[in-house]
């Protein structure tokens, strides 16, 4: 038996991790000239079947009978208008999901029915496409309320602008030109004229005007997922529906100038700030970008072999638990409930990634079957119903990595020996996309089931997105796996950060440390606030210690435990967490601690989603408040797999 080879990795934290790197990555290796002499002409674009001969080759029977039967289930509903009382919802009370049910299902129902009509051939559901074209055209908005500023919640219909759902608009009406768009032209040639008038007035146009503007496009900050999912579906329209050359050639240049802008803001190790839950929006849509920009180019534009771009599409299986948990931070939801096993067969195949493939042949296997075409980026799912044939036939050998670093976001993940006990933790700064204050946080995980948490996002309202965001509970660090000081918790923005992070791995230990006192209010007068998270692979133990110094003897210090397991406190100096199959047990010393309990609010309309996240399990937030308080000293908190 080989001697096991101890590897040191000591990674020093960098001022200012993750700062806007110029690379541009497209535009310094392709020129406008370069872009617009290969860009394919629209005649010859062909990404998908258009006849029913085309997809009888490339659909199974049963997989084009079932896109029929949702074209036959849409014909029997009918493409509603949004009062513009259920517009200003949003505006007064702060509830977005009742215009975004009736806005997403019209798009995902007129996708649908071009698909089928277009799988059929028959004519039978033209007749309803047409109602579902006319109807988005004629509405005021593409976008959702949530995204209407300075108007008091009121669309202006004379100054459009381009948020995530208007790209998403787009796309379906390039999608119906390019599946059914003949067939409409049979009717009369003003649908398409009318496509047309409304994506230049409503997309295109706001984008080349305020392309410096729009706060997901600038050039010198980081940007996040909005960033590649509206590029994504620009790329997609100019390609599906923009008939001169000359014009496609310098919009897709425009477009590559654009998704640039999101790989300068990445780090070296391409980490996803935003956390596993918006990889699907963020690095997959790039890789969407990518993809339509080498089709449309007839395999000119191509960067797939650039490390930046591999590490960035690597990170969901790096951060990967076990079944459908992955480790989430900020407004991440613990579970992914949407991979596609041929999308990232696809995505393994592009960059040469074999344990992508391997990744990929588990969540074909794992996941649920989904054929319909009833979310976003509806481009991908096409593509992804085409690759079910392609998916070669074979058993996965896909093993989740025993340790994982990505420096740019600070994000350690790491497993025993036995691969039974796992922790993610992070450091990183409070000015993250869709933060919440929770610099220093850990989450641990035994035999793949939640033990120590990260309660996640709430549903969005209002309230998410405002000054009040930080009065939600789970963005607070009080209720992450971090102490509170004074009855304070960390502060929000980028200065509350993490400084001397480190971390470190051999055979016996995988270990972060870092400093967390700029995390909290300078008033609190933290000197230092070592944080060392540590798991122990041969102990089955995770091992969090915390070495601090203040200014002056604290009033009160407490650290919090969040856990979805039943809790057991009947021990004294143990509590037992106990889950469906496994037990994990925190040791204390109940002579300088006191332990308390209480149970977050997981329902209402800011709750809900929390406890839809945890299956409706109860959430317990576990409060460990020491008795003997000291301006300087050392807490120790065991976690061990019994």
Known sequence: MKKWTVLIALIACKIGFSQVVQRNLLTNKYSLQEVAASVVPIESFKPFPKSSAEWKVALSDSLRTL????????????FTSVPISTILEFKRNGNRSKYEGVSFIKRNMLVQLAVAESIEGKGRFLDAIMDGVWSICEESYWGVPAHITDTKGIPDVEKPSVDLFTAETASSLALVNYFVGDKLETVS????????YELNKRFYKPLAENFETYGYLKKDI???NWNPWI???????ILLVEQDKAKRGAMLFHAMQGVERYFNGLGNDGGCDEGAHYWNAAGASAFDCLEWLKMGTNGKVDIFTEPLIQKMLAYIYKVHIGGAYFVNVGDGEPEIDNLNGPFLHRIGKTVNDEQMKQFAFWVNDYYPKKYSMDGFSKMRTIKNLLDISQLPKQSSTYKAIQNVWIDDVQLMT???ADQSLFLGTHAGHNGESHNHNDVGDFIIYVNSQPFIIDAGRSTYTAKTFSAQRYEL??????????PTINGKGQGAGKDFTASNVVNSHTAAEDKL??????????????????????LFTQKNTVQVTDDYELAEKPTSLQQSFLTVSKVDTTTKGKIILIGDKDKLVIQYNPSQVDISTDLPQTD???YDRIGNSWHHKTITRIVFTHKALKAKGKLLYQFIKE
């Open 231 to 237: 590029m994504s579906n620009y790329i997609t329209t």
């Open 189 to 196: 040639p003003l649908f398409h004229k009318r496509i047309v």
């Open 473 to 482: 509970w789970n963005m607070q660090s009080q209720y992450h796996n971090l």
């Open 67 to 78: 896109l029929v039967a949702d074209g036959e289930t849409n014909l029997k509903k009918g």
């Open 222 to 224: 980081k940007v996040n």
């Open 414 to 416: 790491a497993r025993s």
């Open 604 to 606: 209402g309309t800011e």
């Open 513 to 534: 440390s870092m400093n967390i006192a700029a995390a909290y209010p300078k008033q609190l007068g933290i000197k230092t606030w070592n944080r060392t998270n540590t």
